[in-house]
Each structure stands twice: as C-alpha cells, then as structure tokens.
C-alpha cells in the first residue's frame, strides 16, 4: 500500500551538509518528499515528540541532542514507505547498520545517528500530525 512516513535528518547530518545525499537516496528508491521544514526545535518540542522515550535512560541526551541544532523534517510518500525508509536507514546503532545504508554512510554513534523514521503506521500518523497540519502536505 502506498504509504506516509515522517523522516528526521538530524543535527549531525545536517551539520555535515549531507541533506541532499540523504535526499537523493529517498527519491532514488521510490520515496516521494510530500512536505519538508528546516527547524531548530525547542526543548519541549524535542520531549514532545520523543515522549514514548521519556523514561529510558538517553531521555536528556536524546533532547540535547536533536536541539543542538536545525533538523530537516520530512513526510515521505511511496509504496510500503515506513519499512522502506526503515531499511534505508540502516539499524539505529550505525556499527550495526548494513553496509550501504544511511547511518552506516553517514553516522557516527547511536545519539547522532543522521536520521530518524517512523517505526509503524500509528506512530508515522502521530509524528506526521505533530510537524505538519493536513493541507502542508502535498501528494499530488
Ligand atoms: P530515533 O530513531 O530517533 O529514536 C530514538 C533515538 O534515541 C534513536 O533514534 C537514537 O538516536 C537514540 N538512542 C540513544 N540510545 C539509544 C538506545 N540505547 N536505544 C535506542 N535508541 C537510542
């Protein structure tokens, strides 16, 4: 099914002028850029956002460092999309990421780790609707 996913590129990577590499491997791979925004996050944006993490020990040094600086927030569209973004991606700890892949090409650690994408569909919707209001996106 074609589906939406919210992908993150992260203070490291946008740090490191990479945006378009990262770009380019989306659209190569079938996955369309619907609605984009450079940010700097505030804090409780940050915790926002991450909430379901709230209680895990990297909680504080999660939220420094994704407000450390602007992030590119993206829905991408395509067929079967979160588990395409998910493999792109590359596994969340970048020494454990397939060769290939974006934090394998791109990170450096599990905190700054390039990129962020959407697990499921339920929590692509939420993360979707918590950057971009319905008629920001644009599919067609
Ligand atoms: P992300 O997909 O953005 O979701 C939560 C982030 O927490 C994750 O990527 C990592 O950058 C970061 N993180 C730090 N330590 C861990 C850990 N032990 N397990 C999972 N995520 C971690």
Not at 9 to 25: C, H, L
Request: overall charge neutral; glycine content about 6%.
């Amino acid at each position: 099914a074609i589906e939406r996913t919210l992908s993150i590129i992260k203070p490291d990577a946008v740090a490191k002028n990479v945006i378009g590499k990262i770009y380019s491997r989306f659209e190569t791979n079938g996955l369309k850029i619907v609605a984009a925004q450079m940010r700097q996050l505030s804090q409780a944006e940050a915790e926002g956002f991450y909430a379901v993490h709230r209680e895990r020990p990297f909680f504080a040094d999660l939220v420094k460092f994704m407000t450390s600086g602007p992030v590119m927030i993206q829905v991408l569209e395509g067929e079967g999309a979160i588990l395409k973004n998910r493999e792109l991606m590359g596994a969340t700890d970048p020494k454990k990421a397939a060769p290939g892949s974006i934090r394998a090409d791109f990170a450096e650690s599990i905190d700054a780790n390039a990129v962020h994408g959407s697990d499921a569909p339920e929590t692509a919707a939420v993360e979707i609707a918590y950057f971009f209001p319905a008629l920001s996106i644009h599919s067609r």
